[in-house]
């Protein structure tokens, strides 16, 4: 073999990628739907019009099946992040994982400083807000500081993959079940605040308590088979990670 060559095959080899597990990218969105369109949804067709959902996150990692119990979880998402799901705000991020099996999806809900792009200032200081327009007309905005860990664990004993082709998630919030129970009806609408129905730790907090209690259980992982990062009615039939 001519010596110009074989050093420079010799140059290329690097002994450490044999040790490094093969990567695979990954899409991950976060969107909004309802599991009760006509009575809670983003559209205006909807009894109860949901028009901008902010959430305020840390850290979306995952769990590899080999090790579920153990530290080594993997960043889909490192840091501090917002999005907002109406209007599709930074919903969508993309990276390289290992090729495996994962038992779990983690993320951390984060209070916010409020500075992301079209942040509503009631976003400063709080993790979720939901504004919209209930059934009369009359605005209403719920703002919650929940900081709590949102635990999704997969669907299947075998966990969830990412094959070597890659894989499209998205997680979605059922903003009807984060609504759940949550009667904005009963609230009095506030003249001094321009006819608004406020939720937040001052106001109403009876139903903010019941609104943070559903946050979790209102999340859910899912494939985005056809990687058009909406969550079609066939792909949010069957979860790929959720609550247990």
């Not at 991950?28 to 009894?47: E, G, N, Q």
């Not at 959430?55 to 090790?67: E, K, N, V, Y």
């Not at 998402?77 to 991020?93: D, I, N, P, Q, R």
């Not at 903010?208 to 066939?234: H, K, P, Q, Y």
Request: one cysteine or more.
């Amino acid at each position: 073999m001519n010596r110009a060559l074989l050093a420079l095959l010799l140059s290329a080899f690097d002994p450490l990628d044999a040790e490094r597990p093969a990567r695979s990218p990954v899409t991950l969105t976060f969107a909004v739907y309802s599991s009760t369109p006509d009575t809670i949804d983003v559209t205006s067709s909807a009894k109860t019009r949901i028009d901008a959902v902010w959430i305020g996150f840390q850290d979306a990692r995952l769990r590899p099946s080999t090790a579920c119990k153990g530290a080594d979880a993997k960043a889909v998402v490192a840091g501090s992040f917002t999005v907002e799901l109406v209007k599709h705000y930074a919903t969508t991020t993309e990276t390289k994982l290992e090729i495996a099996r994962y038992c779990a999806f983690e993320v951390q809900l984060r209070r916010t400083k409020g500075r992301a792009t079209g942040a509503p200032s009631e976003l400063k200081g709080a993790s979720i807000v939901v504004e919209g327009r209930r059934s009369d007309g009359v605005r209403f905005t719920i703002r919650s500081r929940l900081d709590t860990a949102l635990a999704l664990r997969a669907a299947d004993l075998e966990g969830f993959a990412i094959p070597d082709g890659g894989a499209h998630w998205i997680a979605g919030v059922d903003i009807a079940r984060w609504l759940e129970s949550v009667d904005l009806l009963e609230v009095a609408a506030d003249g001094s605040r321009g006819r608004t129905v406020v939720i937040d730790e001052k106001s109403n907090t009876e139903l903010l308590s019941r609104f943070n209690a559903n946050i979790e259980r209102g999340v859910a992982l899912f494939e985005d088979r056809n990687g058009d990062r909406n969550l079609d009615a066939e792909e949010r039939a069957r979860p790929i990670a959720s609550r247990r």
